[in-house]
């Protein structure tokens, strides 16, 4: 059983430069997470889909940001017009709904650093 | 909303010693929690999780967390501390579908 995979694993950009990222996650897991990690902090949810369906979005996540999951199993991140406040870590998790609560497994990251 | 609040930014333990790592949360339903652990650059990694069906939780790398509720608490222990356990930690409550961590404590370990 594979893990979750993330790709790229750092991105060094422009300001104003677009930027996507891709997320692969565990093969049965039908549920997929995105979430963000500045320097010395906790992850903060962004997103979040069911199969192919975005379920929801942070209010961090404003609108140069779009997700998707187009046949529910890999999913992109997108960040348009990118900021130097963009730069962090973006975590991607995958879990397979459960009945109490879903165990999310995290992938490597895709660290962004916007100059 | 729930929540969770890690006391201690920084642990520095001796090899060998007890690693203690505080976390306290703020539910006002029987919470689910975790305890994820992450190694520079990289994602983070699952070291347990309570779901109530028992109160110790044992989980990886020798490590367990005890859920009190009277203490709204689910620290982290090892008894013996490795070079290898250098990391951050992070405590995490299931809100729903989407986890909500707390900012996290950093272990060094003095050889």
């Known amino acids: 059983d594979t893990g979750v995979s993330q790709n790229p694993r750092h991105k060094i950009t422009k300001r104003g430069q677009n930027v996507t990222f891709r997320c692969d996650p565990i093969?049965?897991?039908?549920?997929l997470y995105w979430y963000r990690q500045t320097l010395g902090q906790g992850p903060e949810f962004l997103t979040y889909?069911?199969?192919?369906?975005?379920?929801?979005k942070s209010r961090l996540l404003s609108d140069r940001f779009s997700a998707e999951r187009p046949k529910g199993s890999f999913s992109t991140l997108e960040i348009q017009r990118t900021e130097q406040g963009d730069s962090a870590m973006y975590l991607c998790?995958?879990?397979?709904?459960?009945?109490?609560?879903?165990?999310?497994?995290f992938g490597p990251g895709t660290r962004l650093t916007v100059l | 909303a729930q929540s969770v609040t890690q006391l201690g930014s920084h642990v520095s333990v001796s090899e060998g010693a007890l690693v203690l790592l505080r976390c306290n949360y703020s539910?006002?339903?029987?919470?689910?929690l975790f305890w994820y652990v992450q190694y520079p650059n990289q994602g983070l990694q699952l070291l347990l999780k309570?779901?109530?069906?028992?109160?110790l939780v044992k989980g990886i790398n020798g490590f367990e967390a005890e859920f009190k509720k009277s203490e709204t608490s689910f620290h982290l222990t090892k008894p013996s501390a490795h070079m290898s356990d250098a990391a951050e930690y992070f405590c995490?409550?299931?809100?729903?579908?989407?986890?909500?961590f707390g900012a996290g404590t950093t272990v060094t370990v003095r050889a």
């Open positions: 998790a995958s879990s397979l709904e459960d009945k109490d609560t879903d165990t999310q497994y």
């Open positions: 093969s049965e897991h039908n549920r």
């Open positions: 889909f069911q199969n192919e369906a975005q379920l929801e």
């Open positions: 539910s006002s339903v029987p919470p689910y």
């Open positions: 309570y779901t109530s069906a028992a109160t």
């Open positions: 995490a409550v299931s809100n729903d579908y989407k986890l909500s």
